[in-house]
């Protein structure tokens, strides 16, 4: 949606950064100037008791002398409410008095159509909130007090209760001029078949719905009566309801999500506000349906990585099962799912209730990969005693593995999966040992000297090559890496290969981490040679690197695409070649057979194909500015070659 001309400068003219601000933090008066604009508060993006967090009202900016937050009104309700740009505008504007441009009359006619059904909602959660205080209200406010809610905790999550009456609320809606027709569009009474307006919940404890922005779109119940058909009971669809497509309680767990606490997906109403009295603010659940699409995406809006937390019974683990299905296909990089299963039998309310929030906080801290609850669904109460089995398995997760759309986290699911069989059929030599963790690189150590890392000789790659393979191999690593510098616009297109390429030339690790890590930054030379200057000066200063012309800051991207593709590709295939001709050896302690064959031999075709040159083309051949030969079925061969490398397995070709 496009704004019109003048409308942000309207927007920031009518109402003032410090009255925003003022929302968030406590204003230093001793050191604000209210008549000049100048204001001082502590921070409200990150810890500290100093009021080093300056808003300037005349010019519409903050910024913290601590963390470096800086921005105008917008970014700051962004940033702090945890919104998208668009909707930071219409919660400014709301504020301002300002009507938000409608796109057309008939979008204008459909927003004062949804006006009116919240208004319908918002006399609906009146009213329902007046009948928890009657007689008739009496074994709603025990059962409500038995689960630990006090008086503020039911204000402030507004709950109510539905007398079991056909038409209590309708009447009083009614009394209050509300046209019948937007009360049953709202969702809060319904029609029979005779044409007459019941009240749709009855006998129940209600709880308000609302949406991102706090407006009121339906109402959750549930059911006083234990023979009730339906324990909770939802609002329809409705204009403003799709119960696939919002959550429970999701303005409030964005703002503390957006605050750094970690998103946790309940199952219920009461979950929700169990957890969140408990201090876990950032809750959600669904409305009364399996997780959807819709809502995941939703949830990952929030957060990049939500904790599903869900009952320790058969019902929650299915639950989990289901997730896992819904979100193999969405997976993104950086965007994932952990689970947090609770012991048999507890709920987070009984768990909060008897052990307290530690034991709650502890569960999250220790919350389950996906990749952990997905290799479970397949093994657990299971036995693999055959050939048969096995190959069963096999099979079952491959299909899990081939709905991961992203070919990274792909690759990572499948290494995974590999360690966990071989901690599971291993045996003797073939039994997988796990790689000792390497020490994390952390990004901008500028001006720290750059400690060179030896290769880590506990990988398979460096214990199966000679020294003069591991020789070679540094030097393709170096053209790997000086053109990725010189072309820093080639990285994404191989920034997969990348990320799983075993560097085993000194400080060629560092250097990659580095160069993925400040792939967009426009000056990535600069940044190198302030944060690991050693490794990048000899990488560019490498004698094989200085006459290879074809990676050159001069050199033309195809010629550099080329030579990155090729040298990826003889790294691929000459160690891919290597591993197979390890497995082969360690097979042919059995018996040989034509699998086995046809493996090391496709091994051996890929590295020859590799090692090829352009001299072998025989396709156009051009001359590039700077001299290069370059030949475009050679620079098509080596895309092609590159593509074709099975990164999943470490750059093992062929068949399983």
């Not at 900016?61 to 970014?75: E, P, V």
């Not at 996906?370 to 299971?382: I, N, P, Q």
């Not at 890590?517 to 302030?530: G, I, K, V």
């Amino acid at each position: 949606m496009s704004l019109p001309p003048g409308f942000l400068d309207e927007l920031r003219t009518r109402i003032s950064l410090s009255q925003v601000v003022g929302r968030k933090v406590t204003w230093d008066m001793r050191k604000s100037n209210m008549a000049k604009g100048d204001w001082w508060a502590p921070c409200p993006f990150h810890q500290e008791k100093s009021a080093s967090f300056h808003v300037d009202d005349r010019k519409g900016f903050y910024y913290c002398f601590g963390c470096h937050a800086k921005g105008d009104i917008l970014s700051f309700v962004k940033e702090t409410e945890n919104t998208g740009f668009m909707e930071a505008v219409e919660i400014l504007a709301r504020e301002a008095g300002m009507q938000m441009p409608a796109r057309d009359p008939r979008a204008a006619e459909r927003q004062d159509h949804r006006s009116q059904l919240q208004q319908v909602m918002e006399e609906a959660v009146k009213w329902f909130r007046l009948q928890l205080k009657t007689s008739a209200a009496a074994e709603a406010r025990a059962y409500i007090a038995k689960r630990g809610l006090t008086e503020a905790a039911i204000d402030r999550w507004e709950i109510g209760f539905a007398p079991d009456a056909r038409q209590a609320l309708f009447q009083s809606l009614v009394q209050k001029g509300i046209a019948a027709d937007l009360i049953v569009a709202s969702g809060v009474c319904a029609k029979a078949d005779d044409g007459s307006i019941y009240d749709r919940f009855r006998g129940r404890i209600i709880f308000p719905i609302r949406d991102a922005r706090g407006r009121a779109i339906s109402l959750g119940g549930r059911a006083m009566d234990p023979a009730a058909r339906a324990k909770y009971l939802n609002g329809p669809e409705t204009d403003l309801f799709d119960k696939g497509r919002n959550l429970y309680n999701h303005g409030p767990a964005r703002e503390a999500a957006g605050k750094g606490k970690p998103l946790i997906v309940a199952e219920g109403y009461m979950d929700v506000i169990a957890l969140s009295e408990a201090g876990f603010h950032a809750t959600v659940a669904p409305l009364g349906t399996a997780v959807t699409e819709d809502q995941l995406r939703l949830m990952w809006r929030i957060s990049d990585e939500p904790i599903i937390a869900l009952d320790g019974d058969t019902a929650g683990f299915r639950a989990a099962l289901r997730v896992i299905d819904l979100a193999l296909p969405l997976l993104e990089a950086g965007k994932g799912l952990r689970f947090a299963i609770l012991p048999t039998g507890l709920d987070p309310d009984d768990l909060i209730k008897t052990q307290g929030a530690e034991a709650m906080q502890k569960l999250l801290d220790t919350a389950q990969p996906m990749v952990s609850l997905l290799w479970r669904r397949e093994t657990e109460g299971k036995t693999f005693d055959s050939p048969e089995r096995k190959a069963a398995l096999d099979k079952t997760l491959r299909a899990a593995l081939k709905r991961i759309a992203d070919p990274s986290i792909r690759g990572h699911y499948g290494e995974e999966i590999k360690r966990l069989r071989w901690d599971l059929f291993g045996t003797g030599a073939r039994a997988f040992t796990p790689r000792p963790p390497r020490a994390p690189w952390q990004p901008g150590q500028r001006g720290k000297p750059f400690q060179p890392v030896a290769p880590m000789a506990s990988t398979k790659l460096s214990l199966l090559a000679s020294p003069a393979d591991l020789v070679q191999d540094s030097l393709r690593e170096a053209v790997v890496l000086a053109a990725c510098i010189h072309h820093p616009g080639l990285i994404p297109r191989f920034e997969s290969a990348l990320e799983r390429l075993d560097f085993v030339g000194q400080g060629h690790d560092t250097l990659r981490a580095l160069i993925l890590y400040h792939q967009s930054a426009p000056d990535l030379l600069a940044r190198l040679m302030a944060e690991a200057p050693l490794p990048t000066e000899a990488v560019l200063l490498h004698p094989h690197v200085r006459i290879t012309a074809a990676i050159g800051p001069q050199a033309p991207d195809d010629a550099a695409e080329h030579c990155l593709a090729e040298a990826l590709a003889r790294l691929q295939a000459d160690r891919a070649h290597r591993l197979e001709i390890a497995d082969a050896e360690d097979d042919l302690s059995g018996v040989a057979d034509e699998r086995l064959t046809w493996r090391v031999s496709k091994a051996a075709e890929a590295r020859q194909s590799a090692a090829r040159g352009p001299q072998d083309a025989k396709g156009e051949s051009v001359i590039a500015p700077n001299g290069v030969e370059l030949d475009r079925e050679e620079l098509n061969r080596a895309r092609s070659l590159h593509d074709s490398i099975d990164f999943s397995r470490g750059g093992r070709g062929g068949k399983q």
